[in-house]
């Protein structure tokens, strides 16, 4: 899995990038455009760095992707198998891996095993991947994610489990994923997956696999789970919240326990995603490019979610509907970014991303980096990143400054002949 050592993520959101209804889908819906038409950006993908696609969810479901209906089917919205099966084509002869969400923790209550679970009572085979109590006062009540009704939760002490999930895993995988992210890992006891995991590994040794956590032991969870690494949400709201609150306090310590985390798994990093409001609507564009720095001098591996390279600045809402600001629509084409205003406007940040993730190629062994803090005040930051013990590289370390009243940002490579300034940003 030495690629994943290299992995630079470009997120996107398929349902949204390629403008597929999400709410009151009609009965005869025919999409305009397909997973296939994710193909044009590839180019752009590359351009920006990165070196694998990690998309969203893409099997059939009943809306914005996580009530999943059938696990082996491309969702009607995004195209069929064949879609798939192009856009994996394309991406690995550019050299980008694909990542696929797998949502696993639950299923849509229109899935149709859900459906013949209730029709078919507690004894019935469909009943074994569910928790449902049958005796419940005014019927069958199953166990829910989180308070969505809609969202039925899997059971995941069941042997019928475990199996699908491999299956599903091995499935996709043998039509070319290179890895899974796992949605909402965190709900699921990690024993599961380590049921899950080796037999996957054995047929399919080079993929990456990680959950999504938000908090919790990470280092004991990926050491009972199996996973190769989970999501940073403590480095992510320290990174929103420093700048937006003016404390590097909180980012210095924030970085000391990813160092932590950093000396068992390098875990994987980000600034956005399709679950939070933009970095650029928290703390200002002009400070998400000191978010950027951060997210691109410091271990891990980086996930660039879509739009954020353009400066982006939607909100999510806690409401029905409230992430669909967060997933937009991309235009079909490069070409046509001029007509999209805010794309357009925002191509200086294309600039800051592209400047930023070529300071990274150019130093790899930042994925297994060393941080040390140096300057700190509430306002400023300077800390050194070194190659870890035993790397091959040439003794190089970098120098990131940061200054979050101005704001500005600059990245030194430091070596025995001196510094060469290799980024600097002047809001």
């Not at 082996?72 to 394309?90: A, C, H």
Request: include cysteine; hydrophobic fraction near 40%; proline fraction near 6%.
């Amino acid at each position: 899995m030495d690629w994943a050592e290299h992995a630079i993520c470009w997120h996107v959101y398929p349902l949204g990038f390629l403008g597929a209804p999400i709410h009151d889908i009609p009965a005869d819906f025919a999409p305009q455009r397909r997973l296939r038409d994710l193909v044009p950006w590839l180019d752009d993908a590359i351009e920006l760095g990165a070196s694998a696609l990690l998309l969203g969810p893409i099997f059939a479901s009943a809306s914005h992707g996580y009530d999943t209906v059938d696990y082996f089917r491309i969702d009607p919205r995004l195209g069929d198998e064949q879609d798939f099966d192009i856009l994996v084509r394309e991406c690995h002869q550019r050299g980008l891996r694909v990542i696929l969400d797998g949502v696993f923790n639950h299923v849509g209550s229109d899935h149709p095993r859900y459906r013949q679970a209730l029709e078919q009572g507690p004894h019935s085979d469909a009943a074994s991947w569910f928790r449902i109590d049958f005796n419940a006062p005014g019927g069958p009540a199953a166990e829910v994610f989180e308070g969505h009704g809609a969202l039925i939760n899997l059971d995941h002490d069941s042997p019928a489990v475990v199996e699908l999930v491999a299956d599903v895993m091995n499935h996709w995988c043998e039509r070319g994923a290179d890895g899974w992210r796992l949605d909402a890992a965190y709900a699921v006891r990690p024993e599961f997956w380590a049921q899950v995991l080796p037999g996957v590994r054995e047929a399919h040794p080079e993929i990456f696999v990680f959950g999504e956590v938000i908090h919790g032991d990470y280092v004991e969870l990926v050491e009972r789970s199996g996973w190769d690494s989970l999501t940073q949400y403590e480095l992510w709201k320290a990174i929103w919240s420093s700048l937006k609150d003016v404390n590097f306090f909180e980012l210095a310590h924030a970085l000391r326990r990813h160092q932590e985390f950093c000396a068992q798994f390098a875990p994987v990093t980000f600034i956005g995603n399709h679950d939070v409001t933009r970095i650029a609507a928290q703390v200002g564009p002009e400070r998400a490019v000191l978010a950027a720095v951060i997210l691109m001098t410091v271990p891990g591996t980086p996930c660039v979610y879509y739009g954020d390279e353009y400066a982006a600045t939607a909100v999510k809402e806690e409401r029905a509907g409230g992430d669909d600001a967060v997933r937009p629509e991309f235009p079909s084409t490069p070409g046509e970014l001029d007509n999209v205003t805010w794309l357009a406007d925002g191509r200086w940040m294309l600039d800051v991303h592209r400047a930023l993730i070529s300071v990274r190629r150019r130093h790899p062994w930042l994925h297994r980096g060393v941080v040390q803090i140096g300057d700190l005040t509430n306002e400023g930051l300077s800390y050194e990143v070194s190659p870890p013990e035993g790397s091959d590289a040439d003794g190089a370390r970098l120098r990131v400054t940061l200054d979050n009243e101005a704001p500005s940002a600059r990245i030194v490579a430091v070596t025995g002949d001196g510094d060469e300034l290799l980024f600097e940003y002047h809001g």
